[in-house]
C-alpha cells in the first residue's frame, strides 16, 4: 500500500535549470494537489486537480506548471528555477468524499 | 493576509500533561477544520477534523473544541507522550473549494 509516492527526495539546482518534480498515488483518487512548505510558514497550495485533464492554480502558482494526463500522476514542473524556490514540495491526493488529504514525504529542494 | 492563526509556536509539555493549540479564523465561509500532524522528514498525516456545526469532537487523547461564534479551535492532546512531539497543523477550507488553507504549525516538544 504504497499511498502518495514522490520522486526524487533530494535535489540541489543551478538557478534558470528546469527540473520536474514526480508524485503518483495508488488510491484511485481523483483530486491531487501541489503544496510547498517553507520554515515557520505552513503549507501553500501551488496547484491542484480534480480528474485527468483538469488543472487550476492554487495560492502561489508563479513559476510553476502542471499536468495531469491520468488519475495516478501529477508531476509539477519548475521552468526556471530562482532562490525563491527553495522549498520542500508536497504532493497530496484525495477523494472527494474525504476533504482531507493524504499526503506524500515531500521532496527537498535547494536553488543555488 | 493570513486566514488562520496558530498559536503558539512552539510549545513544551511534561509527559502525562495536557497540549493545547489554538486557531482563529476570519471568514466564516470556512466549513471544515482539519488537524494535522507532521514528523520530522515526513509529509503532513490528518489526524482529526471537525465541522462547524459540533462543538467539540473525541478521538482517543486528541479533542478539537470548536467556538463558532468567537471563530476559534483549538486542539487538546491529553496524557501527552514523547511520541506526541511533532509539529501540528490546523486547517480551513470552504465548502466546494478545493483550497485547504493552513496555520503556520506548532512544534510540540513532549518531555519525558
Known amino acids: 500500500n504504497a499511498g502518495v509516492t514522490q520522486t526524487p527526495k533530494f535535489r540541489i539546482l543551478k538557478i534558470g535549470q528546469s527540473m520536474t518534480l514526480q508524485c503518483t498515488q495508488d488510491?484511485?483518487?481523483?483530486?491531487m494537489y501541489w503544496y510547498r512548505q517553507d520554515p515557520g510558514m505552513g503549507l501553500k497550495l501551488i496547484y491542484y486537480s480534480v480528474g485527468a485533464g483538469i488543472t487550476d492554480k492554487g495560492e502561489v502558482p508563479n513559476g510553476y506548471n502542471v499536468s495531469r494526463s491520468t488519475t495516478e500522476d501529477f508531476p509539477l514542473r519548475l521552468e526556471l528555477a530562482a532562490p525563491s524556490q527553495t522549498s520542500v514540495y508536497f504532493c497530496a491526493s484525495s477523494t472527494r468524499t474525504v476533504q482531507p488529504q493524504h499526503f506524500g514525504d515531500g521532496t527537498r529542494l535547494s536553488i543555488l | 493576509q493570513q486566514q488562520v492563526k496558530q498559536s503558539p509556536q512552539s510549545l513544551i509539555v511534561q509527559k502525562g500533561g495536557i497540549s493545547i493549540i489554538n486557531c482563529a479564523y476570519e471568514?466564516?465561509?470556512?466549513?471544515?477544520f482539519p488537524w494535522y500532524q507532521q514528523f520530522p522528514g515526513k509529509g503532513p498525516a490528518l489526524l482529526i477534523a471537525i465541522r462547524p456545526d459540533v462543538s467539540e469532537k473525541k478521538e482517543g487523547r486528541f479533542t478539537i473544541s470548536f467556538n463558532k461564534s468567537a471563530k476559534q479551535f483549538s486542539l487538546h492532546i491529553m496524557d501527552s507522550q514523547p511520541g506526541d512531539s511533532a509539529t501540528y497543523f490546523c486547517a480551513a477550507i470552504v465548502g466546494g473549494s478545493e483550497k485547504l488553507v493552513f496555520g503556520k504549525g506548532t512544534k510540540l516538544t513532549v518531555n519525558p
Open positions: 471568514n466564516t465561509a470556512f466549513d471544515y
Open positions: 488510491m484511485n483518487h481523483n483530486y
